[in-house]
Protein backbone atom coordinates (compact mmCIF):
# COMPACT_ATOMS: atom_id res chain seq x y z
CA UNK A 1 0.00 0.00 0.00
CA UNK A 2 1.24 3.09 -1.07
CA UNK A 3 1.47 6.21 1.72
CA UNK A 4 2.74 9.59 1.73
CA UNK A 5 3.07 10.83 5.02
CA UNK A 6 4.35 15.11 5.43
CA UNK A 7 4.90 16.80 8.58
CA UNK A 8 6.71 19.93 9.43
CA UNK A 9 4.11 22.46 8.95
CA UNK A 10 3.43 25.28 11.44
CA UNK A 11 2.56 29.34 12.08
CA UNK A 12 5.73 31.41 10.89
CA UNK A 13 5.96 35.24 10.67
CA UNK A 14 6.73 36.99 6.92
CA UNK A 15 10.33 36.23 6.23
CA UNK A 16 10.69 32.82 8.41
CA UNK A 17 11.58 29.41 7.34
CA UNK A 18 10.35 26.12 7.49
CA UNK A 19 10.76 22.93 6.11
CA UNK A 20 8.50 20.11 5.08
CA UNK A 21 9.05 16.38 4.68
CA UNK A 22 6.64 13.51 3.22
CA UNK A 23 8.09 9.90 3.85
CA UNK A 24 6.90 7.92 0.95
CA UNK A 25 6.27 3.97 1.49
CA UNK A 26 4.72 1.23 -0.45
CA UNK A 27 6.51 2.24 -4.12
CA UNK A 28 10.35 1.57 -5.15
CA UNK A 29 11.04 5.43 -3.92
CA UNK A 30 14.28 5.77 -6.15
CA UNK A 31 12.29 4.97 -9.75
CA UNK A 32 9.41 7.35 -8.63
CA UNK A 33 8.63 11.40 -9.78
CA UNK A 34 6.91 13.78 -6.37
CA UNK A 35 5.56 16.41 -6.47
CA UNK A 36 4.21 18.81 -3.94
CA UNK A 37 1.21 20.89 -3.71
CA UNK A 38 -0.78 23.17 -1.79
CA UNK A 39 -3.87 24.53 -1.48
CA UNK A 40 -5.84 27.89 0.06
CA UNK A 41 -9.06 28.04 1.19
CA UNK A 42 -11.51 28.33 -1.62
CA UNK A 43 -8.94 27.66 -4.54
CA UNK A 44 -7.71 24.78 -6.37
CA UNK A 45 -4.57 22.68 -5.34
CA UNK A 46 -1.72 24.47 -7.42
CA UNK A 47 1.44 22.52 -8.23
CA UNK A 48 4.59 24.24 -6.46
CA UNK A 49 7.46 22.27 -7.14
CA UNK A 50 7.98 18.36 -8.54
CA UNK A 51 11.23 16.18 -8.42
CA UNK A 52 11.55 13.64 -11.28
CA UNK A 53 13.59 10.03 -9.89
CA UNK A 54 16.68 11.72 -11.35
CA UNK A 55 16.65 14.84 -9.24
CA UNK A 56 15.43 17.32 -11.97
CA UNK A 57 13.14 19.98 -10.37
CA UNK A 58 10.51 21.98 -11.70
CA UNK A 59 8.81 25.59 -9.72
CA UNK A 60 5.75 27.33 -9.73
CA UNK A 61 6.69 30.46 -10.68
CA UNK A 62 5.48 32.09 -7.46
CA UNK A 63 8.34 30.46 -5.00
CA UNK A 64 11.81 29.81 -7.77
CA UNK A 65 14.64 31.36 -5.73
CA UNK A 66 12.21 31.28 -2.45
CA UNK A 67 11.27 27.16 -1.89
CA UNK A 68 13.71 24.41 -3.01
CA UNK A 69 12.76 20.66 -3.30
CA UNK A 70 14.97 17.70 -2.83
CA UNK A 71 14.93 13.81 -2.45
CA UNK A 72 17.23 11.36 -0.18
CA UNK A 73 16.64 7.84 -1.32
CA UNK A 74 18.09 6.41 2.06
CA UNK A 75 15.11 7.64 3.65
CA UNK A 76 12.55 7.11 1.23
CA UNK A 77 11.94 11.28 1.92
CA UNK A 78 10.95 14.62 -0.06
CA UNK A 79 11.87 17.49 1.53
CA UNK A 80 10.28 20.92 1.01
CA UNK A 81 12.50 23.73 2.24
CA UNK A 82 10.41 27.14 2.42
CA UNK A 83 12.57 30.97 2.90
CA UNK A 84 11.25 34.51 2.87
CA UNK A 85 7.83 32.76 3.47
CA UNK A 86 4.90 35.49 2.43
CA UNK A 87 1.63 35.63 3.98
CA UNK A 88 0.38 34.64 0.61
CA UNK A 89 2.21 30.89 0.97
CA UNK A 90 -0.37 29.95 3.60
CA UNK A 91 -1.80 26.72 2.46
CA UNK A 92 -2.39 23.20 3.09
CA UNK A 93 0.58 21.45 1.93
CA UNK A 94 0.24 18.24 0.36
CA UNK A 95 2.45 15.21 -1.46
CA UNK A 96 1.56 13.40 -4.25
CA UNK A 97 2.91 10.54 -6.51
CA UNK A 98 4.19 8.08 -8.14
CA UNK A 99 4.27 10.89 -10.86
CA UNK A 100 5.43 10.90 -14.07
CA UNK A 101 6.01 13.52 -16.61
CA UNK A 102 4.77 14.31 -19.91
CA UNK A 103 7.27 16.53 -21.79
CA UNK A 104 8.23 19.36 -18.60
CA UNK A 105 4.51 18.91 -17.32
CA UNK A 106 4.00 16.70 -14.07
CA UNK A 107 1.34 14.13 -14.21
CA UNK A 108 0.15 13.45 -10.64
CA UNK A 109 0.01 9.95 -9.33
CA UNK A 110 -3.66 8.64 -7.35
CA UNK A 111 -1.75 8.77 -4.28
CA UNK A 112 -1.68 11.96 -1.82
CA UNK A 113 -0.77 12.59 1.52
CA UNK A 114 -2.91 13.80 4.10
CA UNK A 115 -1.33 17.34 4.47
CA UNK A 116 0.63 19.49 6.64
CA UNK A 117 -0.50 22.99 7.49
CA UNK A 118 1.45 26.53 6.51
CA UNK A 119 0.17 29.88 8.15
CA UNK A 120 2.68 32.97 7.28
CA UNK A 121 1.77 35.88 9.40
CA UNK A 122 2.34 39.10 8.31
Known amino acids: QVQLVESGGGLVQAGGSLRLSCVVSGLTFSRNAIGWYRQAPGKQPDMVATISSGGVTNYAESVKGRFTISRDSTKNTVYLQMNSLEPEDTAVYSC????????????????WGQGTQVTVSS
Open 96 to 111: NGPGYYRGHYYVTGSY
